[in-house]
């Protein structure tokens, strides 16, 4: 049975616990972290030997290397096998982008591809098409297609590795154009997306060149320490020494923007940087470069310079693009300027100023603008510095508007996301709160459940020990108390009616008179042991009578005063009556013995459905508990375990105002 308890105990303290892991698991709602989808698939090379050849970086400025193209392609055209022609296509594509040269003869050919054969191939091999597109547009200053081409490469969607990569470069180019012409709300909200289809693609190096742009953005809208930030960070992810060279190039922006003196410091390492690691990245080595004759021209090391500069025209002549000749044209201007207090042909600065003024590209306009006018002064032509600088402060200006609006966009946005933040945040602290409260309650009352069930078995568990040890106790006693009762019956037989007959056998004949006496007292003797042993005239006079013929007996043989209330119609067993007589006999035995009482009563009232068994006494009482774990409490054992036996309800209470002992009887 004590087994049996505990078993239950761990048993209900193993279910509160799964309750309370899995209330736990289910409040909680950890946020999903942002997985890869897409894994990283190699590209295998090219079957076809001379996609092979035209795919290697070394052979794109070779001069025979666009005529071994156009005879590929058209000879794969005529053959109307449109994959592998659109396979060259792709590669030139990419060399051309790669390199920033761009050439009217291929964008010939592509553009008459799109128009011709685009329908022959399904539309997700099509996004390098779009991508040189919006390459060529954006060479040529001209942001507005360029954004066009690049939203068709997100039509196109995400659908493995390489359509992912795509789709989030698509949209680091269109963050680039809407940042040139000064719209930079945009251009976040279009770098934020990027960041998104890195991640799905676990590109760590593509997040880089999103911070790197988000930090551009913030630059661009004059908010620097952002900015920073932001070029620290993409620094942090970058992998590949090429893209670290571009993260530390970048920077480089921040501190020409903010007039810092780190920025020659910082274009000293990026140069040494760029050539420790051997970078071959021909249009990076022109945007450091041009920056490192702008270090060596604040140093005083012209030479050194005019070194740079036609180590610069060679790389520059060589990818013949518009953002590289445009680089190459601020830093030769700058040298002029420092050497020969002119620029020794305007021209060039006037033909790149009159392509970013027809791109509305006012970020280039500034600095074209900015040099012409330094140029003019220098000059004392403060006629065309006054041109310049009106044209300079207008492009000013206008970057300026559009920056405003974008920043006034920008505050109004977050003046509403902050609201709806507020709002939502005020909503998920409300549930927050109620889940909280709930749990606690949940907790509490399982808490309260598991304390409650504990303390039930164990004091079930101690209630069956005592019970258990108070049993053991009576049979002890009983064992006892029945060879007590057998030695004094056999003393009773041995020194009185033995003796007795004894005598009488002695003189007998003697005295008759004397033998009468002494055989009354032996018939009395016997009939008293009787007495005590079993009730003769139970069964015949019943309970009612028995009860107050041993009323009569002891008060004839005690100072005690014992009333009696008997109201019994004799609906129960002879055995049960037995145990009955017992149980007042026992009772009335031990308050004459240890009570000290000067009154008792004895009480039998039957009821309709009960019969109640009471005897009470004004003794000086004692500690019931305690007494029943003692070696004398022989008498209230046998009460309890005759009212057991009968079906009873025994109550006994006791103080220092007396006892009572009380069974109640369900029929």
């Not at 239950?8 to 997985?35: A, D, H, R, T, W």
């Not at 005529?78 to 030139?92: G, L, S, W």
């Not at 445009?326 to 060039?348: G, Q």
């Not at 402060?393 to 609201?419: C, G, P, Q, V, Y």
């Amino acid at each position: 049975m004590v087994h049996l308890s505990q078993m239950k105990v761990k048993f209900f303290i193993s279910v509160c616990f799964l309750s309370l892991l899995f209330i736990g698991l289910n409040s909680c709602n950890p946020k999903e972290k942002k997985g890869v989808i897409y894994q990283e698939v190699k590209d295998e090379p090219p079957k076809d030997s001379t996609l092979k050849w035209l795919k290697e970086r070394d052979n794109f400025n070779k001069t025979n290397y666009f005529e071994t193209f156009e005879k590929f392609y058209q000879s794969k055209t005529a053959n109307k096998n449109y994959t592998e022609a659109k396979d060259a296509i792709e590669i030139v594509s990419e060399q051309e982008i790669y390199f920033e040269k761009y050439s009217e003869r291929f964008l010939k050919i592509i553009e008459k591809f799109r128009d011709n054969y685009k329908d022959r191939i399904s539309s997700k091999n099509l996004a390098f098409l779009y991508c040189y597109l919006g390459s060529y547009q954006v060479d040529q200053s001209d942001y507005k297609n360029a954004i066009i081409n690049f939203k068709k490469i997100i039509e196109i969607g995400a659908f493995d590795y390489k359509s992912c990569e795509d789709v989030a470069y698509a949209y680091c180019d269109i963050a680039f154009c809407y940042s040139a012409t000064g719209e930079q709300q945009k251009a976040m909200s279009a770098n934020l997306e990027s960041i998104k289809y890195f991640e799905r693609a676990g590109d760590e190096d593509g997040k880089a060149v999103s911070y790197g742009n988000i930090a551009l953005v913030h630059l661009f809208s004059k908010n620097y320490k952002k900015a920073e930030e932001f070029f620290d960070k993409a620094l942090r992810h970058y992998n590949s020494k090429e893209n670290i060279a571009i993260g530390l190039h970048n920077k480089i922006l921040l501190y020409e923007e903010t007039s810092d003196p780190k920025m020659y410091t910082w274009i000293d390492s990026t140069y040494r940087y760029f050539n420790q690691n051997e970078i071959e990245d021909e249009p990076l080595k022109v945007a450091i470069y041009t920056y490192y004759v702008k270090k060596l021209i604040h140093d005083n090391q012209n030479e050194k310079a005019a070194i740079i500069l036609n180590e610069c025209k060679e790389i520059v002549e060589k990818l013949n693009s518009t953002s590289s000749w445009d680089e190459y044209y601020v830093a030769l201007a700058e040298y002029e300027l420092a050497n020969n207090n002119k620029i020794l042909d305007t021209n060039l600065i006037l033909k790149a100023l009159k392509v970013v003024e027809e791109n509305d590209h006012y970020q280039n306009q500034i600095v074209f603008n900015k040099m012409l006018m330094e140029n003019a002064i220098k000059q004392n032509n403060f006629q065309q510095a006054l041109k310049y600088s009106e044209k300079f402060n207008k492009a000013s200006d206008k970057l300026a508007t559009r920056e405003m609006i974008a920043k006034t966009m920008e505050l109004n946005e977050k003046h509403r996301t902050k609201e709806i933040k507020q709002e939502i945040k005020l909503q998920k602290q409300t549930i927050n709160n109620k889940n909280s409260t709930i749990l606690l309650m949940m907790l509490s009352i399982i808490a309260f459940l598991l304390i409650a069930t504990v303390l039930y078995f164990r004091r079930k568990q101690i209630k069956i020990l005592n019970e258990n040890k108070r049993t053991a106790l009576y049979t002890k006693q009983l064992l006892e108390k029945t060879e007590e009762e057998r030695k004094r019956i056999a003393s009773d037989l041995h020194d009185s009616v033995s003796h007795e007959l004894l005598s009488l056998k002695n003189s007998q004949g003697i005295d008759i008179e004397e033998d009468k006496k002494s055989i009354d007292a032996i018939i009395n003797d016997v009939r008293n042991i009787s007495r005590n042993l079993h009730p003769v005239m139970f069964e015949k006079i019943g309970l009612s009578d028995s009860v107050q013929n041993l009323i009569d007996r002891l008060q004839s043989t005690s100072e005690i005063l014992i009333n009696s209330e008997i109201n019994y119609n004799k609906s129960l067993s002879v055995s049960a009556e037995l145990q009955i007589y017992r149980i007042i006999q026992e009772a009335l035995t031990n308050i004459i013995k240890y009570a000290k009482a000067i009154a008792a009563k004895v009480e039998i009232i039957e009821n309709e459905g009960s019969i109640i068994v009471r005897i009470m006494d004004n003794g000086i009482g004692f500690d019931v508990e305690k007494q029943m774990d003692t070696n004398k409490s022989f008498g209230l054992h046998n009460i309890l375990e005759r009212s057991k036996a009968i079906g009873g309800l025994p109550k006994i209470s006791s103080s220092e105002k007396g006892t009572s002992i009380q069974i109640e009887i369900r029929k």
